[in-house]
């Protein structure tokens, strides 16, 4: 099976030279290199072809995301018989070997995603870095109910049946590879795990920017959060006004104030989320009916939940705070999956 080797550049560096010239002593077929806007009036662009890379040049700072779509693309339509893609980092902290074990395994299991599993604990990776994995585990887990053991390897095989999904997946920077994991645990595509190793003390020629990439990756949950939030506000002012403005003699006031609150909270809620938060564009009355549903049934089992628990020592106030968080990540997933899924 011939798979391309999909190269993200944001700087020019020897250490790239050495990994391409590597992979073709390893006997790699194909090796595109993506230049994301690095000057190409050198001599460096021109080593590469003579090693037998291929170059595909975007404008610059155009994001890891789009450079492998733009290599995924440049693959299809220029090289022949290809199978699969491996995309590898080229700041040299995958090894050659550990490319070509990947394109091996993807070559073994091609309806896999095949991904390099990085051993975090006993490496010298950042703090940070470490922290940020293990965050994105238990995230994609929660989301997806998939179980990743390295959300955020850049070594990654993606086999060719997947080609109109990884190319259709969005996101331009490192948004993209979360999005296009997550879109291949929602269709059920067998993820294979290669222990690879990975070296930290190469020089760091990434673009990652810490608080914007982070954003770009949770942006949909961040949003979904801050929805949440914004409408149970409106809920309390409208709550507050409606008690006011109702007849303080009527037995009901309370609770129709209640009501009238929630329905227009709910309203403006299911709104922000259809337009905003999933941009999704399907039959509306569908999602309203399974929106309202979802709302019914999360708010019956906060109530329960937290009435069963309410004989504990603790105020029911940190009680209900506990639960109404973990049934907002149910509340998201279900949204995700199931209110607003994408029907394509």
């Known amino acids: 099976m011939s798979h391309a080797i999909i190269i993200s550049l944001y700087k020019i560096s020897d250490i790239t030279l050495k990994l391409c010239s590597k992979l073709n002593d390893l006997g790699a077929e194909h090796i595109v290199v993506v230049n994301d ?10 080593e590469l072809v003579s090693i037998g890379c291929n170059i595909v040049n975007l404008k610059a700072e155009s994001g890891k995301g789009k450079c ?15 199978d699969g893609y491996i995309t590898a980092d080229a700041d040299g ?9 990947v394109s091996r395994a993807l070559e073994l299991r091609p309806d896999s995603l095949v991904l390099g599993k990085r051993n975090l604990k006993k490496s010298k990776a950042p703090l940070i870095v470490k922290f940020g994995h293990r965050i994105s585990s238990i995230y994609f887990k929660i989301i997806t109910g998939t179980s990743c053991k390295d959300t955020q390897t ?34 059920k595509v ?13 020089s760091n ?24 939030i914004g409408c149970t506000v409106v809920d309390l002012i409208l709550f507050t006004l409606f008690a006011y403005l109702l007849p303080s003699k009527f037995v009901f006031s309370v609770a129709l104030a209640t009501l009238l609150a929630r329905i227009v909270s709910g309203a403006l809620n299911f709104s922000i989320n259809r337009h905003i938060i999933f941009a999704n564009d399907g039959k509306a ?5 399974r929106f309202f549903v979802l709302f019914f049934i999360i708010m019956c089992l906060s109530m329960l939940i937290v009435s069963a628990l309410s004989f504990l020592p603790v105020p ?9 968080i973990l049934l907002w990540t149910v509340n998201y997933t279900c949204q995700r999956k199931w209110v607003f899924k994408n029907s394509k």
């Open 68 to 82: 492998i779509k733009a290599g995924i693309k440049f693959a299809h339509n220029n090289l022949h018989n290809i």
């Open 285 to 289: 009355k569908t999602q309203a009916l």
């Open 93 to 101: 902290q995958h090894k050659a070997e550990d490319i070509m074990k």
């Open 154 to 187: 850049g070594l990654r095989g993606i086999p060719a049946t997947l080609y109109d999904l990884a190319v259709s997946t969005a996101g331009n920077r490192f948004d993209y590879e979360m999005n296009f994991l997550t879109k291949c645990a929602d269709r």
């Open 316 to 324: 029911v106030t940190l009680i209900k705070a506990i639960v109404d």
């Open 205 to 228: 020629i990434s673009n990652y920017r810490i608080v914007k990439d982070t954003y770009l990756i949770y942006k949909t949950p961040l949003r979904f959060a801050t929805a949440s």
């Open 190 to 202: 067998p993820l294979y795990f290669v222990d690879i190793t990975t070296d930290y003390s190469c």
């Open 37 to 46: 806007g690095c000057p190409t009036d050198n001599d460096f662009f021109n």
